[in-house]
C-alpha cells in the first residue's frame, strides 16, 4: 500500500472522506481525524483495511488510557492532541507495537524531544476538519461541542469494543459447548 487515491470509511458514522492522497491520509492520521478503527481502501473502494495496518500512517502505539483500557493503535501525533485536551497526562503507559517495549509517555523520545505543549487547546482544531467543514476560529462554543462530541465517540467505541469482546466470548462458549456455530 502506497501511494494513489485513498478512502477513509470512518466506523463511527459509516461516512466515506476522499478520494484522497497520501500525504492528506498522514495528515490527518497526525491530526486524531482517524481512528484505530476506521477502513482505507486505495483501490476504488473494493477493499478496506483497517487504518493502523497501513505502515505509512506510523499507527504504531497502544495508549494505556487512565481506566485501564488500551487505546490504539495510534500515532504521535493523536497522542500528542490526547495530552492537549487533558485526557490523557505524561504517566500514562505507552507500548510500541513495533519495538514490543513499553513505558511512561514522559519517558519516551518523542516526548522529551518535541512535549505536548506543542499542541495547546487553542491550535488543536486549528486545521483540524475535514476538508469540508469551515470552522470560524472564534467559535469557541462549536471546539467544546466539538471536543465533548468526539470524547462521546470514544466512549462509545470502547463500549462496543467490550461488547464485542463479550459477545467473542460467548460465542466461543457456545461452539465449545454445542460444537456448532450459533445462528
Known sequence: MAEGTWYV?????????????LENLRSWAAEAKISPLDKLSN?????????????ELQMDWLIEMPDNYLYGPTNIGTIQEFLATGEIDENVRVINCVEGTESFLSETDF???SPHHIRSAETTFAGAQWPDAKLDG????????????EKTTMELQR???EWQHAYMSLRQQFIEVTGREPM
Not at 10 to 16: F, L, S
Not at 43 to 55: E, I, K, N, T
Open 138 to 149: 472564534s467559535d469557541a462554543a462549536l471546539r467544546q461541542r466539538i471536543a465533548a462530541l
Open 111 to 113: 516526548y522529551q524531544a
Open 9 to 21: 470509511l470512518k466506523t463511527a458514522d459509516k461516512e466515506v472522506h476522499g478520494p484522497t492522497s
Open 43 to 55: 483501490d476504488g473502494r473494493q477493499s478496506w483495511v483497517r487504518a493502523p495496518m497501513v505502515p
Open 159 to 161: 463500549s462496543v469494543d
